[in-house]
């Protein structure tokens, strides 16, 4: 796999005890060549804070308002080794790393072999990150939801769409038993089969446009190929969506969280149920200029990540905690 940055490179293959032709297939930095694949990758690494806490980071001067029209949220970008980071932070109390980086891969599996890779290591930068900003010693990153943009594709036809179905759920490649960095030849041989045979999995849905884009989500995370680049959706429409989804994930998972551990829920009134349940009616609901595109995709997404159920176990639950 190429990764753009030759330090971050270099620290994988020093924290891994391997080259970077068993991390990484070809390092060459050909990029004239047809025969590889371009992702965005979006990581998005949510941390509960608190309402307190979230409340101190947006009254920093480096915060300045995000996008509003899903959930009023504020961001900073924060300096990271690879790529490029923003922090958003919601006032419910969940604040959210957002990691850009640009890869070119000769194949799927080894992007499926760098994820497994970079999520530990993703969490433990993000949970010392948000500890630096004042967070509590308890604080810890909850979880890494990737989202890629494929920029450019090696295949055709059918080809392309089994490809990019497994990019929705590239663990699939991997074995249980077999330490990621040591597995890329073996996955690259089980993505071989799953091209030449086709690859499908009942939980996945796609969301793109016939000649126009080509979209799938799953619960593994989000993959978006746009063919007509001027008619299909942006870029941007994709993260503000998962901002979106994410930020409510984690505020509803950790309510859930409290309720499993056997305690009521305690939340400030503007964060009980009604904001639930408002949140909820924004992010599900069609706006009335919204696009086809966009509507699929929001729903795609939503569908596969369990929000909505979430959410209506949280509203219930702080319901009931209130009093009605």
């Not at 101190?56 to 300096?79: I, Q, T, Y």
Request: proline share 5%.
């Amino acid at each position: 796999m190429q990764v753009r940055d030759d330090a971050y490179r270099k620290l994988y293959c020093l924290a891994y005890d391997a080259t970077p032709q068993e991390l990484f297939g070809s390092v060459e930095t050909d990029t004239g060549s047809a025969s590889r694949l371009v992702v965005t990758s979006h990581k998005f690494i949510p941390v509960f804070v608190g309402v307190e806490r979230a409340a101190h980071l947006r009254e920093r001067p480096d915060f300045m308002p995000g996008v509003e029209h899903w959930l009023d949220c504020r961001v900073a970008p924060v300096d990271v080794i690879n790529g490029k980071c923003d922090l958003h932070v919601w006032p419910f109390g969940v604040a959210i790393f957002h990691l850009v980086e640009e890869l070119a891969l000769p194949n799927v599996a080894a992007l499926s072999v760098w994820r497994v890779q970079s999520y530990k290591d993703n969490m433990a930068w993000a949970t010392r990150r948000i500890r630096d900003l004042g967070a509590s010693e308890s604080t810890e990153a909850a979880y890494v939801l990737s989202s890629y943009w494929v920029n450019e594709a090696p295949w055709e036809g059918d080809t392309l769409d089994t490809a990019l179905r497994i990019l929705a759920i590239p663990k699939v490649l991997l074995e249980r038993d077999i330490e990621p960095a040591h597995s890329l030849h073996r996955a690259e041989l089980v993505e071989r089969s799953l091209l030449a045979e086709g690859f499908e999995h009942p939980d996945m849905i796609p969301f793109g446009i016939k000649g126009i884009s080509m979209g799938y989500a799953s619960w593994s995370g989000v993959v978006y190929y746009p063919i007509a680049e001027q008619r299909s959706l942006a870029e941007d429409d994709l993260v503000h969506c998962e901002l979106a989804v994410q930020s409510l994930w984690a505020y509803s998972d950790h309510l859930n969280r409290m309720i499993e551990r056997g305690s009521d829920p305690v939340v400030p009134d503007e964060y009980g149920w009604r904001f639930v349940r408002g949140a909820r009616s924004r992010i599900t609901n069609a706006r009335p200029r919204e696009t086809e595109q966009h509507r699929s995709m929001r729903n795609a997404i939503l569908a596969t990540c369990d929000l909505e159920s979430n959410l209506a176990q949280a509203i219930e639950t702080l319901r009931d905690s209130a009093g009605g």
